[in-house]
C-alpha cells in the first residue's frame, strides 16, 4: 500500500512540475532536434530542457529548437 501511495504522490507532482530533471543539450544539429522532439514528446513531462550549447557561433541564432543557445562547453560547464 505504501508503494501504491508513494508512486501516485511522485506522479502527481511530476505532472505539476514540482518534481522534474532539468537537462541540457549540447550540440545544435539533426541529432539535437530528434532528442529535443523525443523530450517534448515524453507523456510523463519529467525532463525540463534548459537551453542548448553548442560550440559554432558562426552564423547560429540565439535560438534553437525554441529553446535559448546559452554558450558553449565553457558555459555548459560553468552552468553545471
Known amino acids: 500500500a505504501n508503494r501504491i501511495i508513494v508512486g501516485w504522490t511522485i506522479r502527481n507532482w511530476a505532472a505539476s512540475g514540482r518534481l522534474y530533471q532539468r537537462a541540457a543539450i549540447y550540440g545544435d544539429g539533426p541529432v539535437s ?3 529535443i522532439a ?3 514528446n ?3 513531462h519529467i525532463v525540463r ?3 542548448v550549447f ?3 557561433n ?3 541564432a540565439v535560438v534553437a529548437n525554441g529553446y535559448p543557445r546559452l554558450g558553449g562547453l565553457p ?4 552552468f553545471s
Open 75 to 78: 558555459d555548459l560547464i560553468a
Open 58 to 60: 558562426e552564423e547560429r
Open 33 to 35: 532536434d530528434e532528442l
Open 42 to 44: 515524453d507523456p510523463d
Open 49 to 51: 530542457i534548459v537551453g
Open 54 to 56: 553548442d560550440e559554432r
Open 38 to 40: 523525443q523530450l517534448e
